[in-house]
Structure formats: structure tokens, C-alpha cells
């Protein structure tokens, strides 16, 4: 299942109406065109969610007491993903993808997203697999409430790296989120490739799709 996101030119009274939607909409809709599952409610405006707190005290004590890893840079200067210098979900250094290099997975989610919730088990068994090799980092996007985000990734056990997009800053670039949850993989040539529009449902799903988009076997 997938939860389609709005364009961002909505005028501000739908983005408003939208918002308040979410929680009761998410995971909801009809067959989406692109075979990911369904779509759903449209989120807001990305730029309605640029002042959001990413890292209040209470997001950084529950990532404290928590296993998620760091927020670290890459090495590269230019390594494929878009330069657009991102928050760490829950605290921590904020990082320019660009300095990331493949392979790499991108998972794109949000807290009120239950498809988004429900393959987070499958992306944290593969981080836990094949991470060495294959590096998995989450990206919680346009979303109005990271601290729910945050807290249901750390139920689910997630331990890999969270950033936060809250303004959209990503949104008509090559990782733009039409719906939630969406995955990237970032290849070691710097190609990024849509790995799975909706959610995956088993770690072994994501090193299939994983090693047929970049070509590689794990």
C-alpha cells in the first residue's frame, strides 16, 4: 500500500483541510496506476511544515535511550543525491546527502503512515543483514508530527539513520516523494533508481528488489 502526496502549488486552505485528514485517511484510496498498491490521503504543502522542530527535548531523550545510530555525513563531494542539507530525526548532525555514496537504500515514510509502519521490521532486518554492503537510511517526509515518526520507528526496532524533510526540500527532485512510503536506492556510479512505491513486507523482498535494480547480489 502506498499514501499519495498532494503537489505542492495546493492552495493552503485544501493543505490545511488535508492535514487534519491524515490520521484518518492513511493507508486508505483507490489502485494506484503506478502497481505500488493504493493511494491515499494527499499530504500538505511542504512548505506549511518548513518551521516544524525536528528535535525537541523529548524526540532527543527518546533517541538517546534508543539503538538508532548517528547522523553522519559521507565522504563524497558529489555522490548522486541531490545536495540538500537535511536535520537528524531526533537530534544530531545535520548531513548534505550529496556526501553519501551508493549502494545505498532511501526510505521515505511518516509516522501516521501504516503501510510506512508496517515494513519498517523488513528495512531493519535488511540494515541489519546487509547493511555492510548495502546501508539503509530513513527520510521522514512533510510530516507535521516527527516525534510521532520517530517514537514508532523505535517501537519497531529501526536502528539505522533518520533524517527529516519536513519543508519538502526534496519534493521535484530525484527523490521526490509521490506517496508514502517510497524507497530509493542510490547505485555506486551515483544513478538513483525507484526501488518500491509501498510498502515492502519482508527483508528478503527488499535485498530481491535491492539487488535487481543495481544489479548486484548479496
Avoid: W
Avoid at 492513511?26 to 491515499?40: F, K, N, R, V, Y
Avoid at 518548513?50 to 563531494?77: F, N, Q
Avoid at 544513478?191 to 528478503?204: P, Y
Amino acid at each position: 500500500m502506498v499514501r499519495a502526496l498532494g503537489s505542492r502549488t495546493r492552495v493552503a486552505t485544501v493543505a490545511v483541510l488535508t492535514v487534519a485528514a491524515l490520521a484518518v485517511l492513511a493507508g486508505c484510496g483507490t489502485e494506484s496506476p503506478d502497481g505500488g498498491g493504493q493511494s491515499g490521503a494527499p499530504l500538505a504543502d511542504g512548505n506549511s511544515s518548513s518551521e516544524v522542530d525536528v528535535a525537541t527535548p523529548e524526540m532527543v531523550a527518546a533517541k538517546k535511550a534508543s539503538e538508532v545510530e548517528e547522523c553522519r555525513p559521507g565522504s563524497a563531494s558529489d555522490g548522486g543525491l541531490p545536495s540538500v542539507e537535511l536535520p537528524c530525526l531526533g537530534g544530531g548532525e545535520s548531513v548534505d546527502l550529496a556526501s553519501f555514496e551508493g549502494p545505498l537504500v532511501i526510505n521515505l515514510f511518516q509516522g501516521f503512515c501504516a503501510p510506512c509502519k508496517e515494513e519498517m521490521p523488513a528495512l531493519q532486518t535488511f540494515h541489519e543483514t546487509y547493511g555492510d554492503e548495502v546501508p539503509v537510511i530513513g527520510i521522514d517526509v512533510m510530516d507535521t508530527v516527527p516525534g510521532v515518526a520517530l517514537e514508532e520507528a523505535i517501537s519497531r526496532g529501526v536502528t539505522f539513520p533518520m533524517y527529516a524533510d519536513p519543508g519538502g526540500e526534496l519534493q521535484g527532485g530525484s527523490l521526490t516523494a509521490r506517496a508514502v512510503p517510497t524507497t530509493y536506492v542510490l547505485s555506486s556510479s551515483g544513478e538513483v533508481k525507484l526501488l518500491q512505491m509501498g510498502g515492502m513486507t519482508s527483508a528478503d523482498q527488499v535485498k530481491e528488489l535491492v539487488e535487481e535494480k543495481l544489479g548486484i547480489t548479496l
